[in-house]
């Protein structure tokens, strides 16, 4: 994304008062601008109007970054986490963001009732490997035709970046780096099946950006 853009989306995670704590600001301004994730989002639901169910939506970014290209479909993002979907929430209004709403979900749960397009983007790695299928089964029952479902995540493929992921995913774990630690990645095979069954098409495009890891873009769609 543009250094403008990210910088002007930025903004609206600045603290209330100067001497507040920047780090969301930092974090969302490097991330919109080195992340191949939201404009690799944009493109795949550019030219759709349904409404968008954002799964695991953290702080909010991808409802910043479609409307900063024009996207104004509705936009819900469930996350399991409270602290930031308060983020998330007061990062919209203040950036003044139509049509957007924000719910704690825990997914393993279940996913909310929705019908149009589903994102779920870097997420699936959180959810114990055993569930994510189901989690996948549930994202592709809430596709409407004409609707999009936008996965991003790690694949586990074999290759040399999916044992570099684990690498890295193991030594964060060791170091306490991330909060929750990713707890496995989906198969390809067993995700292609799942989308033919199903009847969708989807492509698998790699999101890799300047990251180690095996980032992969999957677009899904009815026929
Ligand atoms: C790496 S972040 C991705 C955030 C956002 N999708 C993005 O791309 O900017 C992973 C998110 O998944 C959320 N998450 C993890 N487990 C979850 C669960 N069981 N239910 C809902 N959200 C979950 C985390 O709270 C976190 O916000």
Known sequence: MPPAE?????RAFLPERW?????LYYYSRAKLRTDPLY???IEALRGTSLP???VGCGIGLL????RAQGLSMAYRGVDIDAPKIGEARRGAARAGLHEVAFDVVDVE????AHHGSVAVLDVLQFVPPDMQADVVAQAIDRVAPGGRLVIRTGLDDGSTRARTTRRIDVLSR?????PSAPKGYPNPDALRAQFERAGLRATFTPLF?????NNWRIVAARD
């Open 63 to 66: 409802a910043h970054a479609l």
């Open 19 to 23: 001497w507040g704590n920047r780090t």
């Open 209 to 213: 950006g300047n990251t180690p890891f």
């Open 52 to 54: 968008v169910l954002d």
């Open 6 to 10: 990210a910088l002007r989306i930025a």
């Open 39 to 41: 404009p690799g989002v």
């Open 109 to 112: 749960d279940g996913l909310p």
């Open 174 to 178: 060791v170091l306490h780096w991330m």
